[in-house]
């Protein structure tokens, strides 16, 4: 398998067609906006195809003393009253879908939902190796192809009428190990082009695209649930699909595959220099002398660490297992946040199945806002564990204020959502991108391995742990009550939070003793600025 990614990498078809049109390459520069919208799109592809289940979880399994009897925005309105209805005259087409409209239902969606992020977890131990070993582009492409057919599949058991549990459960299955491909690979891509100077910022903005993918998910799957929820699945099925032949043509996994120099192979260079200011004066002249001293690495001639190695890098563990705690938060309110509204009396009123899907997209509208905050807050800070455990910290009185007076009116619930939303989701981005990223490049590393894949297979392959545990605890809690499964909720923040304690004592007390004149915009040694992200000169 390796050896036929080797022999398909190198220059993606796509961008050998735009030169021969153009008659002239693209600058770095341009190549970087590249692969900054085409790792975006990829992922939000990814986050898209995840989130038909929640979508889909109250016509699995409905309330059988309740029906939507409009359909609202994108159709209609944006909130819809459900109205109770006694007549038997929509029964059948308001029953559910066996085997999940049954007695322990919710415990079967429960654990679809666990069976799908268990293989991801796995799987990215896995991913992450391979992604460092094999052709990135190509381990990517395969991903989203395969993600795409069987999500697919999951919502063809509508059409060929299949009601045995194992069927969507293998299918579940499968498209989790094709999922781990994804985050893994994308953010090794974006360390292969980018330096670490504004790196939080820049990986806060553009890691939008989980809050995006999850937005158009919700959309995709709610414009077509009329028709059939099998049509909920197909949709974001053919958008990864497609997604995956665009990575194929378009993404340059690495600088070299399109003749330019790796970032880190430039730093390298500059640390001759004596200062960062006069390294940024001779950059132009170092980029143009690297293009002709600087070996060129194919893809495939490049060493990738062990696991153990990985676990070993500091603060790979702490920041992996406060991953956990803090996705598992996040991943309750991706998965169930929807249910739990269709469910709820919001001003005194139920609002439908479709109206809920729609309504619970402002949860992430609020997540993109906090992961941009994050980032920028740890690049001024220069810290990234104060800044993720100081947003769990805040994140527990949120979520008490949107539990206790989220169903007063549409207005409160919408605000706290939103606050919720960017607290929750803030810390999550944060260690997901910039912090792995970081991890990945550390000077422990001293440039002679690859390590991208793996630290962030590491990180979000532990974080997916608290993911599959989050909707299986509250599918059995939510029959208890949703107070209980608020608590669970808030002890998980807190334990996130207090999982950086000796990180965040550490930047602080770095802090404290640096002297001023490394406060006022200096860079330290352990964060060197190897140059601007998307420019080649001030």
Same mark, same amino acid.
């Given at each position: ?18 030169? +021969? ?43 059988? +003393? ?6 609202? *925005? ?19 087409? +308001? ?64 059409? *060929? ?280 490049? +550390? ?38 009550? *949703? ?56």
């Amino acid at each position: 398998m390796g050896r036929f990614f080797d022999a398909m990498s190198g220059t993606p078809l796509g961008i050998s067609l735009i030169r +021969h049109i153009r008659g002239k390459d693209w600058s770095i520069t341009t190549y970087r906006y590249v692969v900054l919208l085409i790792t975006f799109i990829a992922y939000t592809c990814y986050h898209a195809s995840r989130k038909p289940s929640s979508i889909v979880k109250s016509v699995l399994d409905p309330d059988p +003393h309740q029906v939507n009897g409009v359909h609202p *925005w994108p159709s209609g309105e944006f909130f819809v009253r459900r109205e109770l209805v006694g007549s038997d005259t929509n029964k059948s087409r +308001h029953d559910g879908w066996p085997p999940f409209n049954g007695k322990d239902g919710t415990s079967k969606l429960g654990e679809i939902d666990v069976a799908f992020l268990a293989c991801y977890s796995l799987g990215m131990y896995v991913a992450g190796h391979l992604g460092d070993s094999w052709d990135l582009r190509l381990f990517l492409t395969t991903g989203m192809i395969g993600s795409g057919i069987f999500v697919g599949l999951f919502g063809m058991g509508y059409f *060929w009428n299949i009601h045995g549990f194992w069927f969507y459960l293998v299918m579940q299955m499968v498209a989790g190990l094709f999922q781990a491909t994804g985050w893994p690979s994308v953010v090794a891509v974006i360390g292969n082009w980018f330096g670490k100077r504004k790196r939080g910022l820049i990986m806060g903005i553009w890691n939008a695209h989980t809050s995006v993918g999850n937005i158009s998910g919700s959309l995709l799957a709610a414009s077509v649930l009329e028709y059939g929820w099998g049509w909920s699945f197909i949709l974001p099925g053919a958008f990864i699909f497609l997604g995956g032949i665009m990575v194929y043509l378009f993404l340059p996994a690495y600088p070299e595959d399109v003749g330019f120099p790796c970032p880190r192979d430039f730093a390298a260079s500059a640390t001759t220099v004596a200062s960062d200011e006069e390294a940024q004066v001779r950059k132009g002249d170092l980029v143009e002398a690297e293009t002709n001293t600087i070996p060129r690495f194919a893809s495939g001639n490049r060493k990738s660490i062990g696991l153990v190695e990985a676990f070993l890098i500091p603060g790979v563990i702490p920041f992996a297992l406060c991953l956990l705690f803090s996705k598992l938060v996040a991943y309750t309110f991706l998965y169930w946040l929807p249910f739990y509204l269709s469910q709820t009396a919001i001003g005194g009123e139920y609002i439908s199945v479709k109206s809920a899907g729609n309504l619970s997209t402002l949860f992430d509208v609020g997540g993109i806002v906090g992961g941009i905050l994050a980032g920028y807050i740890s690049d001024k800070l220069n810290a990234r564990a104060t800044t993720a455990a100081s947003f769990m910290y805040a994140a527990i009185p949120a979520m008490i204020l949107y539990r206790s007076y989220g169903n007063i009116s549409k207005t409160v619930n919408i605000v706290l959502m939103m606050i919720a939303g960017l607290l929750v989701n803030g810390p999550y981005a944060l260690i997901t991108t910039a912090v792995s990223a970081d991890l990945g490049t +550390h000077s422990s590393l001293r440039g002679d391995a690859r390590a991208l894949a793996t630290v962030t297979a590491i990180i979000d392959g532990t974080g997916s742990v608290g993911a599959a545990l989050g909707p299986l605890l509250t599918g059995f809690l939510s029959s208890k009550g *949703w107070d209980a499964v608020f608590v669970m909720l808030m002890v998980c923040a807190l334990i996130a939070g207090l999982l950086l304690s000796r990180l965040v004592i550490t930047e602080l007390t770095e802090r404290k003793s640096k002297p001023k004149s490394l406060t006022n915009g200096q860079h330290t040694l352990e964060a060197p600025a190897s140059q601007p992200l998307l420019t080649d000169a001030r």
